[in-house]
């Protein structure tokens, strides 16, 4: 009975009862720990989205994906406030540090220092630009509070900016795989971008 209930179940019901929630979980794992393309994965659930037949899927998606890069951003820097606060520092802290570059860094001081929470919206769009920023808003002793009004808008922002290489992706390819392939690349591409420009022009004399 089992068997015949999943195997008569609607295909686009159980992929959204497995798929949003382990989106969901996916891009907090990869704001904490950010080793987990999670462009990539906005990216490519949008293209699954785009190609299902309900109107909702991507709104789901936008909702999903940027709930869940508030929630890993804000759970971070809240863990980062409390490694400055300890004598001692904490793991978490030292991952942030590990993870931001002294020039990158210095760029995101001056930034912040000009444009205050703004530059967060910038920092998340930038490949590689939102944990130098976020280590900044700690070394400054921004209050989480502030953080977060500046956190809303970028997570909005970038969630919108990936959903869109998605259904991108999607509307050049008839079926969803080679959608997500495409989608997957250009993400990859756009994140490896900035690494190339900076050994190009360190190689220059």
């Known amino acids: 009975m089992l068997a015949a ?3 008569h179940a609607p ?11 382990s989106l969901f979980l996916l891009i907090v794992i990869g704001a904490l720990v950010p080793v987990v393309p999670t462009g990539a994965l906005v990216s490519s659930a949008a293209v699954v989205a785009f190609h299902q037949t309900s109107p909702l899927s991507l ?8 709930l869940a890069a508030f929630l890993g951003d804000v759970t971070l820097y809240w863990l980062g406030q409390r490694g400055m606060r300890s004598r001692n520092g904490s793991r978490w802290l ?3 540090r590990d993870r931001a ?4 860094l210095a760029q995101a001081q001056a930034r912040l220092a000009a444009h205050g929470v703004t530059v967060l919206v910038l920092s998340r769009l930038v490949p ?7 280590l900044a808003c700690l070394m400054a002793r921004m209050p989480l509070r502030r953080f977060v009004r500046g956190n809303v808008p970028a997570c909005l922002a970038w969630t919108l900016t990936y959903q869109l290489i998605g259904i991108l992706g999607g509307s050049l390819f008839p079926e969803p795989w080679e959608g997500v392939v ?3 690349g250009l993400t990859v591409a756009i ?6 420009w900076r050994r190009l022009r360190g190689g220059r004399p």
């Open 191 to 196: 994140s490896a971008a900035p690494a190339v």
């Open 11 to 21: 295909p686009e019901s159980t992929q959204q009862a497995v798929g949003y929630p």
């Open 182 to 184: 495409a989608a997957v």
């Open 59 to 66: 709104l789901l998606v936008f909702v999903v994906s940027s």
């Open 94 to 96: 030292a991952a942030i």
């Open 101 to 104: 570059p002294e020039e990158r």
């Open 128 to 134: 590689a630009g939102r944990i130098p920023v976020m």
């Open 5 to 7: 209930a999943v195997t």
